[in-house]
Antibody, heavy 121, light 108 residues
Framework: EVQLVESGGGLVKPGGSLRLSCAAS????????MNWVRQAPGKGLEWVSS????????YYADSVKGRFTISRDNAKNSLYLQMNSLRAEDTAVYYC??????????????WGQGTLVTVSS | DIQMTQSPSSLSASVGDRVTITCRAS??????LNWYQQKPGKAPKLLIY???SLQSGVPSRFSGSGSGTDFTLTISSLQPEDFATYYC??????????FGPGTKVDIK
């Protein structure tokens, strides 16, 4: 059974840092690109960052570029998001999601349960 | 950047109703369009990919159609467990993808 379990969320002051983790199991983690997607309280979904299977390709939303760093450790079946210079507008539930391709179309077929990050003084 | 819009933003419907949600892209995205369902406090769940392909395990009352810039998600007969928020997502510019703002379906 595919499982994605996020951890590392919490309360942090503006300007602070936090590192999120996503532990993957039930599939060959090293074969899949992975994403972070966030959802501010009461708001919609926002793509944050993507990393290819071998970490060769990394992308960020403009809203987090230069502040967040995505990484992965395929030996540990884990995905990470290092968040620095946090702002109030970064407050959200952060989901990790597996990216797959079917018939040439990309989709996110498995999602974790999310971890809440609250940025407040 | 490709922008996604959805209409309506919310709707009220009864069990058994036929429900249609529309999603529009700011430029042609061919069939690179996915639909997700999200219930409160839960992660999104993939329903439809490639505009019209049903994800494994998803009931056949869900269907998707469209290509280019205009897409629809249809629930043929609304069930109690279908009350949720629905998001479209374009994967044309993958791995940079964008979601629509969502459509909340609640009980009339």
């Amino acid at each position: 059974e595919v499982q994605l379990v996020e951890s590392g969320g919490g309360l942090v002051k503006p300007g602070g840092s936090l590192r999120l983790s996503c532990a993957a199991s039930g599939f060959t983690f090293s074969s899949y690109s992975m994403n972070w997607v966030r959802q501010a309280p009461g708001k919609g979904l926002e793509w944050v960052s993507s990393i290819s299977s071998s970490s060769s390709y990394i992308y960020y939303a403009d809203s987090v570029k230069g502040r967040f760093t995505i990484s992965r450790d395929n030996a540990k079946n884990s995905l990470y998001l290092q968040m620095n210079s946090l702002r109030a507008e970064d407050t959200a539930v952060y989901y990790c999601a597996r990216d797959t391709t079917r018939d040439g179309y990309n989709l996110e077929d498995y999602w974790g349960q999310g971890t809440l990050v609250t940025v407040s003084s | 950047d490709i922008q996604m819009t959805q209409s309506p933003s919310s709707l009220s419907a009864s069990v058994g109703d036929r429900v249609t949600i529309t999603c529009r892209a700011s430029q042609s995205i061919s069939s690179y369009l996915n639909w997700y369902q999200q219930k409160p406090g839960k992660a999104p769940k993939l329903l439809i990919y490639a505009a019209s392909s049903l994800q494994s395990g998803v009931p056949s009352r869900f269907s998707g159609s469209g290509s280019g810039t205009d897409f629809t998600l249809t629930i043929s007969s609304l069930q109690p467990e279908d009350f949720a928020t629905y998001y479209c997502q374009q994967s044309y510019s993958t791995p940079i993808f964008t979601f629509g703002p969502g459509t909340k379906v609640d009980i009339k």
